[in-house]
């Protein structure tokens, strides 16, 4: 699990007026919360929280105002629909040794049983419970040969130790579906149907 340092800062501007002033700098907008202590309203530096974002469920190392260090990892995040820039992140904090309630990305490889099947990703994250620094950054399933009609559940997915399931074990999450046939073109036999009548 990989651990970003970034500088935030405390702030006491909110509204749509402040926030958009915020974004101008190359700023982000946030709010940390957790353990039961009010939530702290926070800037932090766009293109830093961008590049620390791509890795899912990454820890952030928090520098604020250059007092307090604190750990957190992305509870919400908020991009703009068409230019994919970050408007808001909610943070959530964590300590070291601490178990949080996180989704981790599922990816499968291998190839399906011949046949043109169809793989159906039922979840793309698998709800998992894991210690705040040791989230791992995905889990790898293998669907080598599956034909259709198979299906991978939760409990068949092998998880890191300490890391165990938040959800139901039965709860399916990926799935091969049959390649759909292609249906012959209607009109045929009625044309000719018509033309005898």
Request: aromatic fraction near 2%.
């Amino acid at each position: 699990m990989s651990e970003v340092k970034i500088a935030a800062e405390t702030r006491t501007e909110f509204g749509k007026g402040a926030a958009r002033r915020i974004r101008r700098a190359d700023k982000v907008p946030g709010v940390l919360y957790g353990h039961g202590s009010d939530p702290i309203h926070l800037t932090f530096p766009g293109h830093e929280l961008l590049l620390a974002l791509r890795t899912p469920n990454v820890l952030i190392a928090l520098d604020i105002d250059g007092k307090t260090n604190e750990l957190a990892i992305p509870k919400s995040v908020q991009r703009d629909p068409l230019k994919g820039f970050l408007e808001h992140v909610d943070l959530q904090l964590v300590q070291r040794g601490e178990k949080v309630q996180v989704e981790i990305p599922v990816q499968a490889e291998g190839e399906l049983a011949p046949g043109g099947n169809l793989l159906e990703h039922v979840l793309d994250a698998l709800p998992v419970e894991a210690e705040a620094t040791h989230i791992p950054e995905n889990v790898t399933v293998s669907v080598e040969g599956l034909a259709a009609g198979a299906s991978v559940l939760a409990k068949d997915i092998e998880l890191p130790s300490g890391v165990t399931l938040s959800v139901d074990e039965d709860a399916v999450v990926l799935q091969v579906l049959a390649a759909q046939a292609e249906e012959a073109p209607e009109g045929g036999e009625e044309g000719e149907e018509a033309a005898e009548a």
